[in-house]
């Protein structure tokens, strides 16, 4: 059975990678680096092709190519972006922006594999955020198009049971390329990492190994749900 992963050279993409690998499973990986690629590809043995998330048809290819054998049986979509600005700055088109990247080519890639998921009872894992749960300052364009990530988790959960199953991880912030925008200086950090009951930044790898468990035969009776990976934040008050 081979998992394909959206977003494999990012930091939550590459960890759930390693862990796949490292559990003997078979991989098809994609992202826009093609060196990057290359090299988690052969560090990890999986095939791989380069893909643009924005381009469906470089998205069809990939669920084709990662479907070769017949045996697709678990897609993790770990693209996404932080955008960053208050509702007063932004405009229709930087919703749009942040929804297509984040939102509607989520859809795009469920739809695409939804027959061999279907056909293999399959598993696929989105990522949502914190901010969907809790309302944060200039976090408007990425909580509403998080937001629909989540409607979606639950909606495709509906259409696809029994066959396949989908559910969604929220991550509070984490030490990887997208978040280095927040993460710029050790007060900065140390500020954040002071905002969780667990009082750290969190690593990739916490991420990746929900994600692994949630493509597991292990979550087989869990579907349509989000779940929280955020060292506490959003359920849990420390102080006052
Ligand atoms: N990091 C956080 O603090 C945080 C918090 C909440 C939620 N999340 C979510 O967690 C998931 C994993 O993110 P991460 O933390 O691993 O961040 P990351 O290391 O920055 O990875 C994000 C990935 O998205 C890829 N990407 C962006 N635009 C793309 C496009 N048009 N086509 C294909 N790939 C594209 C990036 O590829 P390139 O390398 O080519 O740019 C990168 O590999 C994302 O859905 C993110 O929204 C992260």
Known sequence: MTTLIFGATGGVGSALARRLCEAGESLFLTGRDEEALSTLAEETG???????????????????????????????????????????????????????????????????????????????????????QQGFMSHALISAAKGAVEGLTRAVAAEWAPKARINAIAPSVLDTGIAQKVLTSEKMREGLAQMHPIQRIGEADDVAAMAQFLLSRDSGWITGHVFPVDGGRKSVRTRG
């Open 46 to 132: 999986a095939r791989s092709t380069t893909c643009d998330v924005l381009d469906t048809g470089e998205i069809e290819a990939a669920v084709e190519a990662a479907n070769a054998d017949g045996d697709l049986s678990g897609l993790v979509f770990a693209v996404g972006s932080i955008d960053l600005a208050p509702l007063r700055k932004t405009d229709r088109d930087s919703f749009h922006k942040v929804f297509d990247l984040n939102a509607a080519s989520a859809a795009e890639a469920l739809r695409l594999a939804e027959k061999p998921l279907k056909e293999n009872r399959g598993a696929a894992v989105l990522f949502s955020t914190v901010a969907v």
